[in-house]
C-alpha cells in the first residue's frame, strides 16, 4: 500500500470528566471498497492516550470489506463482502477472520452467503452467538450462527423486505441498510432506505431467531430514507439518520416493549435544507450521550448536534472532513477522538473531540487508503 503518513503525537482536548479515564491501546481496522487503491481491511495501532496512529498495511485481502463488526471477546472479526455474485451464486457474502493481536493480521476463517445482495452492515449480537447481516441491494436480512472457534454457519433466519416509497430514483424496492440490536440483546432494528421504514424483530440468541412484530414498526417520512441507527448510552434514546432527507430523528425507547417513538427531527446541515448532491451516511453518539453526530456526502461535513437539551437538539459545529466523500466514522473507545474516512479522497483524518462542547479539532494526522468505509477497534490491552 503506496501511503503517506504524517504521525504526529495529538494530545486530547476538554475531556469531560464524567467520562472514565482510559489510556488505552488498540487495533483499528478499517473496511474499505477495494480497486486500484485497496485489497481489502487494513491494521493501525492507536494510542488512546497520545492520540498517535501507525499504520500496520494490509491485514486481510478480501474483496469489499466495506463494513465490519467485532466479536464481543475481541479474537475475531466479521466482514459484509459487498457484491453481487459470489462465485456462482448471486448475492453477497461474509466472512469470519480471527485476529493475530501481536501482528494485527487477521486470518480468514471461512465465508458465508449473506443471502441476498450487496450486504452492507452487520452486526454481532451480544452473546457472540449470531452475526445480523443487512442486504442493501436484496432488501433483505440475515442471521448467521458463530462457532465456537468463530468460523460461520449457514443462515439460520432470513427476511425479506418488500415495499417501496416516493424517491423514484432510491426508493422503488426495499433497500435494508443497516441491522442494530437493543441493548438488553431482544429485539433487532432494520432501517430500510426503500420503504421508509425500521422493521422491528424480535430475536432470541439461543436459537438465532428473528420474528416480525409488525405493531412496532415505525414509519419515517415519505422520501428519508433512513440509513444508520444509533443508540444512547443509557438505551432509552435512539437516533435514525435520513440519508435522502438529509436529517437525524430522535426516539425514546421503551426496553420492555421494544417500542421507539420518534420525538424530533434535525437537519444535518447549517442552512437547515437540503442541498443538491448532498446525502447523509453515518450516525453516532458520543459516550456521554451530550453529542450526536452525522456525515454529509457532499456538504464533506460532520454535524455536530447538541442532544443535552430539554429544549431540543440544536446544530453547534459542521465540522470540515479534510476530504471528499465522508461516509463512516467512528469514536476511539474512550470518546477522546473520531476517526473519518473520505471514501471519496482515499483518506481518513483523526480529530480530537472536546467532550464539553462536542467539537471536532483536526489533529493534522491524515492516512491514504483507498475507498474506507468503515472503523472498528480491538482491544489489545
Known amino acids: 500500500m503506496n501511503s503517506q503518513v504524517l504521525v504526529r503525537t495529538a494530545v486530547a482536548v476538554g475531556l469531560s470528566l464524567s467520562l472514565p479515564a482510559m489510556a488505552e491501546r488498540f487495533l483499528v481496522y478499517v473496511g474499505t471498497y477495494t480497486g486500484p487503491k485497496s485489497e481489502g481491511i487494513y491494521a493501525y495501532r492507536f494510542d488512546s492516550a497520545s492520540g498517535a496512529v501507525q499504520e500496520l498495511g494490509l491485514a486481510a485481502k478480501t474483496v469489499n470489506p466495506t463494513f465490519l463488526a ?33 501482528t494485527g493480521q487477521l486470518k480468514e476463517l471461512n465465508q458465508q452467503s449473506s443471502g441476498g445482495d450487496a450486504p452492507c452492515h452487520l452486526n454481532v449480537d451480544a452473546t457472540g ?24 454457519k449457514p443462515a439460520s433466519a432470513f427476511v425479506q423486505h418488500r415495499g417501496s416509497s416516493v424517491n423514484p430514483s432510491r426508493q422503488q424496492a426495499p433497500h435494508a441498510h443497516s441491522v442494530n440490536l437493543s441493548p438488553d440483546n431482544r429485539f433487532a432494528f432494520v432501517a430500510d432506505l426503500g420503504t421508509d421504514k425500521l422493521h422491528v424483530y424480535a430475536f432470541e440468541a439461543a436459537t438465532g431467531s428473528l420474528t416480525a412484530r409488525p405493531e412496532l414498526e415505525v414509519v419515517l417520512p415519505p422520501g428519508s430514507g433512513p440509513r444508520h441507527f444509533a443508540w444512547g448510552p443509557k438505551g432509552r434514546r435512539a437516533y435514525v439518520i435520513n440519508e435522502l432527507l438529509q436529517t437525524v430523528t430522535r426516539f425514546s425507547y421503551v426496553p420492555k416493549l421494544g417500542r421507539l417513538t420518534a420525538l424530533e427531527t434535525i437537519s444535518t446541515l447549517p442552512d437547515a435544507q437540503p442541498v443538491a448532491g448532498n446525502s447523509t451516511a453515518e450516525v453516532r453518539v458520543h459516550p456521554n450521550g451530550k453529542f450526536v453526530y452525522g456525515s454529509n456526502r457532499g456538504h464533506d461535513s460532520i454535524a455536530v448536534v ?15 472532513t479534510q476530504g471528499k466523500t465522508p461516509r463512516n466514522f467512528n469514536f476511539d473507545p474512550t470518546g477522546r477522538f473520531l476517526f473519518v474516512g473520505n471514501q471519496g479522497s482515499d483518506s481518513f483524518t483523526l480529530f480530537s473531540v472536546d467532550a464539553g462542547t462536542g467539537r471536532l479539532t483536526p489533529t493534522g494526522q491524515t492516512f491514504a487508503v483507498g475507498a474506507p468505509v468503515c472503523f472498528r477497534f480491538v482491544s489489545v490491552e
Open 306 to 320: 447538541d442532544v443535552s437539551s430539554r429544549a431540543g437538539m440544536k446544530g453547534v459545529q459542521y465540522a470540515s
Open 70 to 102: 467485532v466479536h464481543p471477546g475481541g479474537k475475531f472479526v466479521y466482514a459484509a463482502n459487498e457484491v453481487g455474485q459470489w462465485g456462482a451464486q448471486a448475492g453477497g457474502y461474509v466472512t469470519a477472520f480471527k485476529v493475530d493481536a501481536a
Open 129 to 152: 452467538k449470531n452475526v445480523l447481516v443487512a442486504n442493501y441491494g436484496g432488501g433483505s436480512v440475515a442471521v448467521l450462527p458463530v462457532q465456537g472457534d468463530g468460523a460461520l
